[in-house]
């Protein structure tokens, strides 16, 4: 019997990962391109309603600018299928790196655009592409990123390693909007003409700091084996719906718990700041950046708890609690409460929706094999995190006067996150635990994790803390 890991197709072992390295790199990588990503998200719902939508009817501007917003989320499935499919044929590092370059580049352009009052319709059709390419670029950042620190990691700590890529995206919303508040101070006149730009300027040295720490990293030792021995996945999609078709369904009913994060994030930054609410608008972005530095330090705390008690009783805490704070947060924003709404919006996102984030990686990569890893993060979280992106559109459209299938005001959209909510819940309730099974048997099943587990030497035979307890199948 050995010690070392055991590659699942040959029985041999596998080469130790490098699993700081590796979540080092996702954090920096994912911190610097959801930079770019959310800075949109911050200039859709404050400022291109006025920069690029006809301002004779603010209502429909403002619908339209947050419309741009989930355009991204669209794209995103298409990105995955092509994105995860690369990643599990040639590997996560190339993935890593052309999406940090896409997004960097995409996000300066948005910087360059002329207004509505300089090209006219043009404009928002610009942005709108160049809105596609920072949604296909994200739909590969978090799977390979997720991927590369989970098949770097040692059995028993998988939940607090591949929680760094979600940390590094905590930060990198912190530092967008910590950009944005003095943005967001300036006079309209150069707010509207070359303030908002600045943010979107900075992303080129973000891009060229992100793609040297990335550049450096290693590809997971599972993935260089398969290639030397020939066992890469030929078609990963097929292979992955063919054999992982009821996972993909599962990881996209589950992501559908990212409906919270945009909903605070967006669509209650915007309803909080107009005119039916009036608050300060810098000060709703301190809320957001107080919130999220809580999240950076909940996030590894949730993902260790995981790698003890598993990762369904963790998720499930976040899925059950975010929507009730979300009626409260949304009640504390309409009770015009500063100090209610720092509480409830810490306690929110900053505490309760961070025990689903911080595990996801862990949980839905450790449904499928490595053969197909990739691809299944990146096809059902993006398909999950589109209905996340349109959420914001539909929250707008729930909260005007007409409603929409009964529902209106701030209450109905505390219903519709809801009930997105216990769609999530119900996918991860009815999941396998998975988090004491060594990473070799992850996504096996019948003969191939049985195989697995004798090559390996028996069930005790793991690395790291999973030797303390037996393999749960």
């Keep these: 019997m050995t010690d070392r890991p055991v590659h699942a197709d040959t029985g041999g072992p ?37 920069v690029f939508f006809d301002t004779s009817d603010p209502a429909t501007a403002t619908l339209q600018s947050l419309a741009t917003f989930g355009v991204a989320y669209g794209a995103r499935p298409v990105g995955a299928f092509f994105l995860g ?129 990335r550049r450096r990293l290693e590809e997971t030792p599972v993935f260089t084996e398969a290639v030397t021995e020939g066992t890469v996945a030929r078609m990963p999609v097929a292979e992955l719906f063919r054999d992982h078709w009821t996972d993909v369904l599962r990881v996209t009913c589950a992501a559908f718990i990212a409906t919270v994060t945009t909903i605070f994030n967006i669509w209650a930054l915007s309803y909080a700041t107009g005119d039916d609410v009036g608050l300060d608008e810098p000060v709703m972005l301190w809320v957001g950046v107080a919130a999220n530095a809580v999240a950076l330090i909940a996030i ?63 949980l839905y990569g450790e449904m499928f094999s490595s053969r197909v890893r990739m691809s299944g993060m990146a096809i059902g979280t993006q398909i999950g995190f589109a209905a996340a992106g349109f959420a914001v559109a539909s929250a707008a459209g729930i909260a005007s006067p007409e409603g929409w299938l009964g529902l209106s005001g701030w209450q109905g959209v505390g219903i519709f996150t809801a009930i997105l909510c216990a769609i999530s819940a119900v996918a991860v309730a009815t999941a396998r635990e998975t988090y004491r099974v060594p990473t070799q048997e992850l996504g096996l099943k019948g003969a191939k994790a049985e195989a697995a587990r004798r090559a390996r030497g028996g069930p005790d035979v793991t690395r790291g803390r999973e030797a303390e307890a037996p393999v749960k199948g």
């Excluded at 130790?16 to 959310?38: H, M, N």
């Excluded at 590094?168 to 730009?197: C, M, Y």
């Excluded at 609690?321 to 900053?350: H, K, Q």
């Design 14 to 50: 596998t080469p130790q990962g490098t699993p700081r390295k590796a979540a080092v790199a996702a954090w920096i990588g994912s911190a610097l391109e959801y930079y770019d990503f959310f800075i949109y998200g911050s200039a859709a719902a404050l400022i291109f309603s006025r």
């Design 85 to 213: 499919h690369v990643g599990d044929k040639y590997g996560r590092k190339k993935i890593m790196l052309f999406t940090l370059m896409l997004m960097g580049i995409s996000t300066f352009l948005i910087g360059c655009l002329p207004t509505r009052d300089q090209i006219g319709g043009l404009a928002p059709a610009l942005l709108v592409f160049l809105r596609v390419l920072q949604g296909l670029s994200a739909a590969g950042e978090q799977a390979s990123a997720g991927s590369m620190s989970l098949e770097h990691a040692p059995d028993g700590r998988r939940g607090y390693f591949t929680s760094f890529t979600l940390n590094g995206t905590q930060f990198g919303q912190i530092i967008a909007t910590l950009v944005f508040i003095p943005v967001a101070a300036l006079p309209d006149e150069h707010l509207l003409s070359w303030g908002w730009r600045v943010p979107f300027w900075l992303s080129a040295g973000v891009t060229v700091l992100g793609y040297y720490i």
């Design 300 to 362: 590894p705390l949730w993902a260790k708890l995981s790698d003890r008690v598993g990762r369904k009783p963790v998720f499930l805490v976040g899925a059950i609690g975010s929507p009730v704070m979300m009626f409260v947060y949304l009640g504390a924003i309409n009770s015009r409460s500063y100090p209610l709404v720092f509480l409830t919006g810490i306690i929110g996102l900053g505490v309760v929706y961070s025990a689903a984030n911080a595990i996801w990686p862990a």
